[in-house]
């Protein structure tokens, strides 16, 4: 079944309809997605404020009109149903207008999942910022599945785990929830700030580590995204041993839906 989307474009502090021959994804600099269910969605105003410091990082100009930007996104979204809205930064220099919206129905939620390890360092450009790598993030996702997986997992150049291709990756020692290490490139993951402060909240230990993938071997993995949440890995591609039970996932996928909230 075709995505269906609707493209718009902010011109004149408004949203307004980009026909289908006019939709291009050249030069995307910035963009930001979340999950919408009947009007609600988790940390919306944070998926603003990571899209907003790149866009004022890199186009300083555009600062001053993100705040009715954003007004008019959370404005057009439907309060009924399951929507997967993705704005976005264009840099053309000569184009007049920079700021879209994708507005699109979100896939089923999915459940468990395989991993399968990028047999190349992370090929991408800008790994700390999420937009201009999402088409060769999907690419490498699509090279998962040819191999019987759903997601791949991107390594540094010493080998070391960084993040899934479009998913952020969490395990457990014990009960303590772990991630990549901060001095590694990778997307700063609002999902994983969410799990890790629910973690917090129910008095278990976070903690972000350098790991190769033999590491978490016999260990509890999770693949994060705004989208889907929580997904409990089932197994991983010539890992060298199984991967662990998703023994505290349930718990965390119930505290992870409370915190959505009405966006307008």
């Known amino acids: 079944m075709p ?22 994804e050249v030069q995307l600099e910035v963009a930001d997605s979340w999950l919408v269910e009947d009007g609600r969605a988790r940390s919306i105003d944070e998926h603003f404020e990571r899209f907003a410091r790149r866009v004022s990082e890199i186009s300083p100009d555009c600062t001053p009109s993100l705040p009715a930007f954003f007004a008019a996104v959370k404005a057009i979204i439907p309060t009924e149903g399951r929507w997967f809205p993705r704005i976005e930064f264009h840099a053309e220099a000569d184009a007049p207008h920079h700021l879209f919206l994708r507005l699109r129905k979100a896939p089923d939620q999915l459940g468990t999942l395989v991993l399968w390890t990028l047999p190349e360092p992370d090929p991408r450009q800008n790994p700390t910022v ?29 080998g070391y785990v960084l993040e899934g291709a479009l998913s952020s990756l969490v395990w457990w020692r014990g009960d303590t929830m772990c991630s990549s290490s901060d001095d590694l490139p990778w997307l700063p993951s609002i999902t994983r700030e969410e799990v890790f402060s629910i973690a917090a909240q129910m008095g278990y230990a976070t903690r972000t580590e350098r790991v190769k993938p033999a590491d978490l071997i016999d260990l509890e993995i999770w693949a ?5 949440g929580i997904r409990v890995v089932s197994d991983w591609i010539g890992l060298g041993g199984p991967v662990g039970k998703g023994i505290h996932a349930e718990s965390f996928a119930k505290r992870l839906r409370m915190l959505s909230s009405t966006i307008v």
């Open 3 to 24: 995505e269906e989307v609707q493209f718009f474009c902010f011109r004149d502090n408004s949203l307004t309809p980009v026909t289908e021959g006019q939709q291009s």
């Open 130 to 158: 999420k937009g201009p790598d999402l088409s060769l993030g999907m690419q490498m996702r699509r090279n998962a599945k040819m191999h019987g997986a759903d997601e791949a997992v991107i390594l540094s150049e010493s």
């Open 224 to 228: 994060l995204s705004s989208l889907q």
